[in-house]
């Protein structure tokens, strides 16, 4: 059973760089499938972030390609996601994903990441 | 075209079928899948490509395709299918992920 947990730290001060890794357990990120990264802001709909291929090809939203920065580690069989000169609205329900070319599945249980003074 | 449109909002007596639709120009290239999410959880995954369900989903969820827009039908609503619902599919370019807006089910 492929499972999925996000972790970092849960607030980020304006203009810092937003850190998070998302460990995956029962799959080996080196054998194949996309993974991503989803935002959902507070009370609002989920924005795709970017996705990175096993191989490390990388495929980044338009609208955040210039602050984001996804990696994986197929030794510690986790993903990446950097996201720099954070701002409020940067503020969100951070998720990682399993994806193919159709669909994500299955995702973290999510978290939280403010950004504030 | 860079979107993908929902209704905000759709109801649907017990018991009843609800359609909830998904537009976009995408959507003439590439299947839509659809996500589930009850408050305070993740999104699940219940429909993807030419109506595929993952495992664990209730054969009462259907998806479909016609020229530009994608549909979730549930068929027969039951109270805990009452969520957030988000389409999700390519842009034109094929290399970038779309989602919808979102629609909120609420089962009377």
């Known amino acids: 059973q492929v499972q999925l947990q996000e972790s970092g730290p849960g607030l980020v001060k304006p203009s810092e760089t937003l850190s998070l890794t998302c460990a995956v357990s029962?799959?080996?990120?080196?054998?194949?499938?996309?993974w991503g990264w989803i935002r959902q802001p507070p009370g609002k709909g989920l924005e795709w972030i970017g996705n990175?291929?096993?191989?490390?090809?990388?495929y980044y939203n338009p609208s955040l390609k210039s602050r984001v920065t996804i990696s994986v580690d197929t030794s510690k069989n986790q993903l990446s996601l950097k996201l720099s000169s954070v701002t409020a609205a940067d503020t969100a329900v951070y998720y990682c994903?399993?994806?193919?070319?159709?669909?994500?599945?299955?995702w973290g249980q999510g978290t939280l990441v403010t950004v504030s003074s | 075209s860079s979107e993908l449109t929902q209704d905000p909002a759709v109801s649907v007596a017990l018991g009843q079928t609800v359609r909830i639709t998904c537009q976009g120009d995408?959507?003439?290239?590439?299947?839509a899948s659809w996500y589930q999410q009850k408050p305070g959880q993740a999104p699940i995954l219940v429909v993807y490509?030419?109506?595929i369900r993952p495992s664990g989903i209730p054969d009462r969820f259907s998806g479909s395709r016609s020229v530009n827009t994608a549909s979730l039908t549930i068929t027969g609503a039951q109270a805990e299918d009452e969520a957030d619902y988000y389409c999700?599919?390519?842009?034109?370019?094929?290399?970038?992920?779309?989602f919808g807006g979102g629609t909120k089910l609420t089962v009377l």
């Open positions: 994903a399993r994806m193919t070319y159709d669909s994500s599945y299955p």
């Open positions: 029962g799959f080996s990120i080196s054998s194949g499938y996309y």
């Open positions: 990175i291929f096993h191989s490390g090809t990388t």
């Open positions: 995408s959507l003439r290239t590439f299947y």
């Open positions: 490509g030419k109506n």
């Open positions: 999700n599919s390519r842009d034109s370019s094929g290399d970038h992920l779309l």
